[in-house]
């Protein structure tokens, strides 16, 4: 295991160097000495980011499931694989070993089987955070299948949106779900959304709440008397290298929804070994990450990275306040937590409470502390070191996305000397590079610009389903032979990074990807509204929360502002979901648009943030005098 934990920063850099200077030996390892194959690969790596066209470890064949269960069942099998904390603190917690894990997973596999589903099929998993969400996810998994998760917050229009996109043809979902002191319809949205979705043939609903919920004879099944059916074993699907294993959506700054693609070997080998040296994980630790598993996070780093590791990984159903905002510590405390994961959003809503919830639990078994989803603000950094981890466990703020599929610039804890704000040095094999507007790469320190990577790394997402045009248009054309990740960065005197945040149109909500289109496309659906635009604002727990401006085909329009306004957020609830709710809307006469007819969002959100005195040269737009009204009214 010579190269699996790094134990200071010379060995970083020796390791990085080596990395970067052999990449393909150097994965060649990794991946030889830490995992299962059936066969072994004939390349790999080959490359083009002018097609754009990336290949890990082409020719392997190889089962995920076989590596994140089947293999630690000799040595792990009484091991807690999952740890479930459900919503209600008085509800036992399960300790799930990697003995039923391997059961419960295999039965779910030939539920699916059994109900038609083969290997390349999608299945759109719509699940709370229980354990059948990790089950059903790891039995796509065995067969084959593609798992397009869609977190179980996101509205029926959301969810229909996607489940269309990729041609699912099956959904997975409970007949409710608990958050906090809410019970959730989930099966109502559901079948809301499937009154659009018709290549669905089976539904399969878990029972969580024991809620009302209507079945549609021949398409809606419970899946426990079918799971009583299955035989527990299920032999693991043969995948190549390269075949898809699950497709994730995030948000773009246009249009819809972007289904990120990730392939088998490339996605499994990054994220073990990016869990294993970020989190510094040792046998025997218990590791949390609150991130729902609708999210790249929770893919990557609640089930891929740690069951590939043979890890303990903690699956909470419930939220921070609930039954107070004492809860996350109660978990730590209760499980003695090793290494805890969550957002900087999370830790501004916590910190708002004092130091006085944390106090009352013991969490002297924290080892590491990890943050992720938006930068993260220096008072955040400083409560979440103080009062979270009393000064001695290192805080690793890492950034990376969706599409990166895994931690790309992280310090490695008790290696790298952490810096508040700054996500410090790439990851091995990673590759950044700041670059100028016009493209040329900006060399050595101190400098300032977009950040894009120059090389390949083995869990990069290869391709928009079915769209592989958009991507070689979002992510390699901007520059030319880098990946564009969309974030600005700056690398200080020594070379440690600190990302300074989207410079498109992407806002970041709680750690949430918004795309300002699909909210504006919600807004201007209201039949009292003409056009929209969407900005962000520094707010003190979302990080950044959202302002409209709004103008309304009637300016004289009778109804009181007040109504419009819930209208509009209703609106916004039912077509993407609550997480986009706006914080501020503001009617006004006009937007600022240039001669073009673009909207200027570069000046509205200057006014959101209240800072007017530089708006550039407005004399170039459209309609210069709408600026003035806007800034008087400014809320
Ligand atoms: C993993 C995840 C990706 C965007 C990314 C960036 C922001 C994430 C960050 C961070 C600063 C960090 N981001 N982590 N910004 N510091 N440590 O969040 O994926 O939901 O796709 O969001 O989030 O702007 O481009 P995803």
């Known amino acids: 295991m010579s190269n699996y934990h790094i134990k200071h920063l010379e060995e970083y850099y020796q390791i990085y160097r080596k990395s970067i200077r052999e990449p393909e030996n150097f994965w060649e390892e990794v991946a030889e000495e830490h995992f299962l194959w059936r066969k072994k690969w004939d390349k790999v790596l080959s490359w083009d980011f002018a097609k754009p066209e990336i290949k890990w470890f082409e020719g392997a064949k190889l089962n995920i499931t076989e590596n994140c269960i089947d293999r630690h069942l000799v040595t792990r099998g009484e091991k807690t694989a999952i740890l479930f904390e459900p919503n209600n603190p008085d509800e036992p ?287 955040a950094w400083h409560w979440y070191n103080d009062n979270v981890g009393k000064k001695k466990s290192p805080i690793i703020d890492t950034w990376w996305q969706t599409e990166t599929g895994a931690i790309m610039i992280t310090p490695i804890p008790f290696v790298t000397p952490t810096k508040p704000t700054y996500a410090t040095l790439p990851f091995i094999g990673v590759q950044p590079a700041i670059v100028n507007e016009a493209g040329e790469e900006l060399k050595g ?66 750690g949430h990807n918004l795309g300002t289109a699909p909210i504006e496309d919600a807004i201007n659906e209201h039949p009292a509204v003409a056009e929209s635009a969407i900005v962000g604002f520094p707010h003190d727990i979302k990080g950044t929360a959202l302002y409209a401006f709004v103008t309304l085909k009637d300016a004289g329009e009778s109804r009181i502002h007040e109504n419009l306004r819930k209208e509009i957020n209703q609106l916004i609830t039912e077509r993407i979901g609550p997480i986009a709710k706006l914080d501020k809307i503001q009617f006004t006469a006009g937007l600022p648009k240039t001669r073009s007819g673009k909207i200027m969002r570069r000046i509205l959100r200057k006014i959101a943030e209240k800072d007017t005195s530089n708006l550039g040269d407005i004399s170039t737009l459209l309609n210069p005098e709408c600026v003035k009204e806007i800034m008087d009214e400014a809320l």
């Open 93 to 379: 917690a399960q300790h799930i070993t990697y003995q039923q894990l391997f059961e419960r997973v295999n039965k779910m596999a030939n539920v699916l089987k059994s109900q038609g589903i083969k290997k390349g099929d999608r299945v759109c998993i719509y699940v709370p955070m229980i354990p059948e969400l990790a089950i059903a996810i790891l039995a796509c998994a065995r067969i084959g299948a593609i798992h397009s998760v869609v977190f179980a917050g996101f509205s029926a229009t959301a969810l229909l949106t996607r489940i269309n996109d990729s041609d699912c043809k099956m959904v997975i979902t409970s007949d409710g779900s608990y958050r906090g002191a809410k019970t959730i319809d989930l099966k109502g949205i559901v079948d809301e959304a499937l009154e659009s979705c018709p290549g669905i043939e089976k539904v399969l609903v878990v029972k969580r709440t024991g809620g009302n919920i209507t079945m549609k004879e021949g398409r809606d099944m419970w899946l426990q008397p079918l799971l009583d059916e299955a035989s527990k074993q299920c032999p693991a699907e043969i995948m190549d290298a390269e075949d898809p294993l699950f497709i994730l959506y995030t948000s773009g700054s246009t249009g819809q929804p972007k289904g990120m693609v990730h392939t088998t070997a490339g996605y499994m080998v990054y994220t073990a070994y990016s869990f294993k040296n970020a989190f510094q994980y040792r046998e025997n630790d218990v590791y949390w990450c609150t991130a729902d598993i609708g999210w790249i996070t929770g893919h990557s780093y609640i089930i891929y990275g740690p069951l590939a590791n043979g890890a303990t990984t903690v699956l909470f159903e419930g939220v921070p306040s609930y039954p107070d905002f004492g809860r996350f510590w109660e978990i730590i405390d209760k499980h003695k937590v090793n290494q805890f994961y969550t957002a900087p959003t999370a830790i501004r809503a916590l910190a708002k409470q004092g130091s006085e919830m944390v106090e009352k639990f013991d969490l002297s078994s924290i080892k590491v502390l990890g943050s992720v989803g938006e930068p993260i603000n220096e008072e």
């Open 445 to 510: 320190n101190q400098v300032e610009g977009r950040l894009c990577i120059k090389f390949p790394w083995p869990s990069m997402a290869r391709t928009i389903w079915r769209n592989h045009k958009r991507y070689k248009e979002t992510y390699f054309s901007t520059y030319k032979n880098m990946y564009f990740t969309g974030d600005g960065a700056l690398r200080d005197e020594v070379g440690y990074y600190r990302i300074t945040g989207r410079v498109d149109d992407v806002i970041i909500v709680s």
